[in-house]
C-alpha cells in the first residue's frame, strides 16, 4: 500500500510556481461560483492534488490521490450528500478517476485519468503539462536553478539561498527565527511562513532547526565538494574519504617504523654472534 501525503494549504499558493517562461495560476473551483456544478468540483480538487505533487518531482506513485471523504472535509460538507455522492460515482463511471487502492466508499483513493486531466485543464496548462520537465540534472547549479524556478515568492529564493550557505559551512541547520533575522523580517509573516513551508512540502527542506535534504542535491550529495575536497557530506559534514586516506597513511608509517626496528635488532644480532665466533676461535688457536 502506497503511503499516501496530507495535503497543507501552504500547497496551493504554491500553485502559482513559476514554469520556465510560462506561469500557472491554478483555483479550485467553489460550488458558489456561477455555473459550477458538484462534479466540477471534484474534479478540480483531484486536478489541484495532482498538479501539486507532479510539481514536487517525486517518483512515488499514488501521491496525486484523494479520497471522496477527503474532498469533503475540505469542503466542510456532508460527505453522505446524495448528489455529491452520485457525482463522484459519475467521474469514474466516465473515465476521468482511477481507482489506485481497495477501501470503502469514503477512503478510497482516486486520480484523475489522461481524461480527467484534460477535461479539468485550460488551454494554457494542457500546454505546460505537454512539456516533460527537466529531470536528468548534471550539477547541482542546474537543480537549484530548477527548485528556485517554482517556488511561489521571492522570499522562497532567498530562504533556499540561506540554507544553502549553512549546507556549505556546516550542515547544522538553521532555527526559524535565524533565517528571519538574516532576511530582515518578521518570522511569523505569511510570505516568509508560506515560503518555508513550501520549500518543506516539496522536499527539499526538514526539521525545526531546518537544513536542506539529500533531494536537494544531484544524486544526494554536494557533487562540487566530493570533487574538491573528495568525499560525501553528510547530515554531520564529516570527510570520511580523507579520514580514511589519513588512517592507511599512520598504519603504513607504523609497519615501516616496526620493519625498520625489527631490521636494526637483526644487524646487531649478527654482529654480536660475529664477535662470539671470533672470539672462540682465537682460544681454540691458544
Known amino acids: 500500500m502506497v503511503k499516501r501525503k496530507a495535503i497543507s494549504k501552504t500547497k496551493a499558493l504554491a500553485m502559482r510556481r513559476k514554469t520556465g517562461s510560462a506561469s500557472v495560476a491554478f483555483k479550485v ?146 532555527k526559524r527565527k535565524e533565517l528571519a533575522k538574516a532576511l530582515g523580517i518578521s518570522e511569523t509573516g505569511a510570505y ?17 532547526k531546518t537544513r536542506l535534504t539529500k533531494k536537494a542535491f544531484v544524486k544526494g550529495k554536494d557533487v562540487k565538494k566530493d570533487a574538491e575536497k573528495g568525499y560525501q557530506k553528510e547530515s554531520g559534514g564529516r570527510n570520511s574519504a580523507i579520514k580514511e586516506e589519513e588512517k592507511e597513511k599512520v598504519k603504513k608509517v607504523k609497519q615501516e617504523k616496526e620493519c625498520g626496528g625489527r631490521h636494526t635488532q637483526s644487524n646487531e644480532t649478527a654482529k654480536i654472534e660475529k664477535v662470539k665466533q671470533e672470539e672462540s676461535l682465537v682460544k681454540q688457536e691458544e
Open 29 to 174: 473551483k467553489s460550488i458558489n461560483d456561477s455555473g459550477c456544478k458538484s462534479r466540477d468540483v471534484l474534479l478540480s480538487h483531484l486536478m489541484e492534488q495532482y498538479l501539486l505533487n507532479n510539481s514536487s518531482d517525486d517518483e512515488q506513485r499514488g501521491v496525486e490521490s484523494l479520497s471522496f471523504g477527503e474532498i469533503m472535509s475540505r469542503l466542510n460538507m456532508n460527505d453522505h450528500n446524495t448528489g455529491w455522492r452520485n457525482a463522484w460515482k459519475d467521474l469514474q463511471k466516465n473515465g476521468f478517476t482511477e481507482q489506485l487502492e481497495s477501501g470503502g466508499f469514503f477512503t478510497t483513493p482516486f486520480r484523475l485519468t489522461q481524461q480527467g486531466r484534460d477535461e479539468a485543464s485550460t488551454e494554457e496548462m494542457k500546454e505546460v503539462l505537454a512539456k516533460k520537465p527537466k529531470t536528468n540534472f548534471q550539477t547541482n547549479q542546474e537543480l537549484h536553478e530548477h527548485i528556485k524556478g517554482k517556488l511561489m515568492n521571492k522570499r522562497g529564493e532567498e530562504i533556499f539561498d540561506l540554507l544553502l550557505q549553512d549546507h556549505e559551512k556546516n550542515g547544522d541547520g538553521m
Open 192 to 208: 516568509f511562513s508560506y515560503a518555508l513551508q513550501q520549500l518543506k512540502d516539496l522536499g527539499y527542506a526538514e526539521g525545526k
